[in-house]
T-cell receptor
C-alpha cells in the first residue's frame, strides 16, 4: 500500500471517446504529478500541481487535460486520443514540490484503439 | 545538459550472485539521487535515496548504492540476489535549482534466474 490510489487500473478507449483517470492520495502531500510510461522510453513528466496550482506543463498535447480540485485528488481528462497515447499513466505525490521522494500509484494501463 | 543514463537495458544474473546496476548523470549543479523499483503491473517503489551525508546509502530489500561525485555515478548493488528481485529498476535525479523535478533514466530490467 503506497498511499496513492489510481483508478481505473486498466482502460480501453476509442479515439473518439472521453474518459478520465483518477488519482487519490491520503498522505497529506502538497504536490501531485502525472507521468507517462511508454515502452523503452524514460518516464515522461506530464503535469505537476503544487498546493492545487499547476506548476509544470511539459508540452503535453491539449487532448490531455489535468484537474486538481483539492490537495488529495488529481484527474487526467482524456479526449480524442491517438493510438500512440497508449501507455501506463502513473500518478505520484510528494510532501512538497521537487525536494523529496515521490510516492507512486500502481498506474492506469491505457489502450487506445 | 542535465541527463541520467542507465547504460544496461537488461541484466541477467543467477540467484545468489551479486549484481550491480549502473547509473550515471550529467550535471553542473548539486543533485539528489534515487533508485526506484517497478514490479510487473505495479507502480514505482522507492528503494533508496541520497540527499546528503554519507555517500554509501542502504535501502530496502538488501540493496545499497554509492554516490561517487567525481565519476558522477550512483550505482546500485546487492551482494546476493533472489528470484523476487526480478523487476525493472530506475535511477532518478533531482537537479537542484533547475525546477526540482525528478528526471528518470530509461530503466534496467533485472532478471534473476535459477
Amino acid at each position: 500500500e503506497t498511499g496513492v490510489t489510481q483508478t481505473p487500473r486498466h482502460l480501453v478507449m476509442g479515439m473518439t471517446n472521453k474518459k478520465s483517470l483518477k488519482c487519490e492520495q491520503h498522505l497529506g502531500h502538497n504536490a501531485m504529478y502525472w507521468y507517462k510510461q511508454s515502452a523503452k522510453k524514460p518516464l515522461e513528466l506530464m503535469f505537476v500541481y503544487s498546493l492545487e496550482e499547476r506548476v509544470e506543463n511539459n508540452s503535453v498535447p491539449s487532448r490531455f487535460s489535468p484537474e486538481c480540485p483539492n490537495s488529495s485528488h488529481l484527474f487526467l481528462h482524456l479526449h480524442t486520443l491517438q493510438p500512440e497515447d497508449s501507455a501506463l499513466y502513473l500518478c505520484a505525490s510528494s510532501q512538497d514540490y521537487g525536494n523529496t521522494e515521490a510516492f507512486f500509484g500502481q498506474g492506469t494501463r491505457l489502450t487506445v484503439v | 545538459a542535465q541527463s541520467v543514463t542507465q547504460l544496461d537495458s537488461q541484466v541477467p544474473v543467477f540467484e545468489e550472485a551479486p549484481v550491480e546496476l549502473r547509473c550515471n548523470y550529467s550535471s553542473s549543479v548539486s543533485v539528489y539521487l534515487f533508485w526506484y523499483v517497478q514490479y510487473p503491473n505495479q507502480g514505482l517503489q522507492l528503494l533508496l535515496k541520497y540527499l546528503s551525508g554519507s555517500t554509501l546509502v542502504k535501502g530496502i530489500n538488501g540493496f545499497e548504492a554509492e554516490f561517487n561525485k567525481s565519476q558522477t555515478s550512483f550505482h546500485l548493488r546487492k551482494p546476493s540476489v533472489h528470484i523476487s528481485d526480478t523487476a525493472e529498476y530506475f535511477c532518478a535525479v533531482i537537479f537542484t535549482g533547475g525546477g526540482n523535478k525528478l528526471t528518470f533514466g530509461t530503466g534496467t530490467q533485472l532478471k534473476v534466474e535459477l
